[in-house]
């Protein structure tokens, strides 16, 4: 198989390029559950360790059923799969730009959630518009040790969130460790209490936001991936479902611009209109830059041929 590797923000994608598995065509979710039932070998081979980071995200091109994209794309990571990425479509694109294959300057992916477009400004920088984001429900109280009750809302960006203001304490990066804790407590408070998206989907990221201080930046975030990692970008999806809350409690307008900062400092601008189910479109700005090509190598003999499980 070979890969690229990109970053977003700082957050990694590996588009796999050629040799991937063949998923025979269908819906995108059809692929998906393909993917997972019989390749999920090579998703942990592709991403963990020592191929691979916890981390990183990967991107798996496919035969698109809508004629209007141009390709379609299953994303996954060391836990699973995910219903979208707004960092890894960036990469996507800055890395489908760097091979030479976006005709002029616009790209549409579809993915298992919808069809997501994206506009390149520049060789590594590229505007998405993602899927429809609501607010599935707003001022959930959950309970965890060591903290008063904490209030969030539940939001779609593409995948499940559950967004808690964080004020009360910064969000720096040596902060890391204590905040990936806070999230991982209050996703088992999510799971014991049943509490969960629309249609029992498991919401499976949790993002704290509190005010940047003087950088400049509306917001910093801290986002809690699947996989135990955290988000080393402002989180796409993420933002997405930011806009979505920040739609929900009239703080922000339609057209106007959201500057989302990262743990780590990288930035995504976003901005929202709104349709015609009242729904938030997002357009989430970012820069991705290459950072590595290969080829992925198994040996029949390795003892790790499909990653060290996490
Ligand atoms: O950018 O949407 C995103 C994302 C999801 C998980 C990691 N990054």
Not at 70 to 76: E, Q, S, Y
Not at 132 to 137: A, L, T
Not at 248 to 274: D, M, N
Request: aromatic share 8%.
């Amino acid at each position: 198989m070979r890969f690229i590797d990109s970053h977003t923000e700082g957050e990694p994608t590996r588009v796999v390029i050629s040799g991937g598995p063949d998923l025979g065509g269908g819906s995108l979710r059809q692929q998906l559950d393909r993917f997972a039932r019989d390749f999920d070998d090579v998703r942990r081979a592709l991403i963990l360790e020592p191929r691979g980071s916890e981390a990183l995200v990967g991107a798996l091109l496919c035969p698109p059923t809508d004629p209007s994209c141009d390709a379609g794309v299953i994303f996954f990571n060391n836990a699973g799969f995910l219903g979208m990425c707004g960092h890894g479509s960036i990469g996507v694109a800055v890395t489908l730009a760097y091979l030479d294959r976006v005709k002029g300057s616009q790209l549409k992916l579809e993915t298992p959630v919808g069809v997501v477009s994206l506009e390149m400004l520049g060789p590594n920088e590229a505007s998405l518009q993602n899927v429809p984001s609501y607010v599935h429900q707003a001022g959930v109280t959950i309970a965890i040790d060591g903290y008063p009750p904490l209030r969030g809302d539940i939001g779609w960006g593409g995948n499940w969130f559950f967004l808690v203001d964080w004020t009360h304490t910064p969000i720096r990066p040596e902060l890391i460790p204590k905040l990936t804790q806070v999230c991982l407590q209050i996703r088992r408070a999510l799971e014991e209490r049943g509490i969960t998206g629309a249609n029992g989907g498991v919401i499976d990221h949790i993002e704290l936001f509190c005010a940047a201080d003087d950088s400049g930046a509306d917001s910093r975030n801290f986002v809690l991936c699947p996989g135990g990692e955290y988000d080393r970008s402002p989180c796409g999806t993420g933002t997405s479902a930011k806009l979505a809350c920040l739609a929900a409690h009239a703080e922000l307008k339609p057209g106007e611009i959201w500057t989302q900062e990262s743990v780590i400092g990288g930035r995504f601008q976003a901005s929202y209109q709104l349709n015609a189910e009242g729904r938030v479109v997002p357009t989430i700005r970012g820069r991705a830059y290459i950072c590595s090509e290969g080829t992925i190598v198994r040996q029949p003999n390795d003892p790790f041929i499909n990653g060290i499980p996490s």
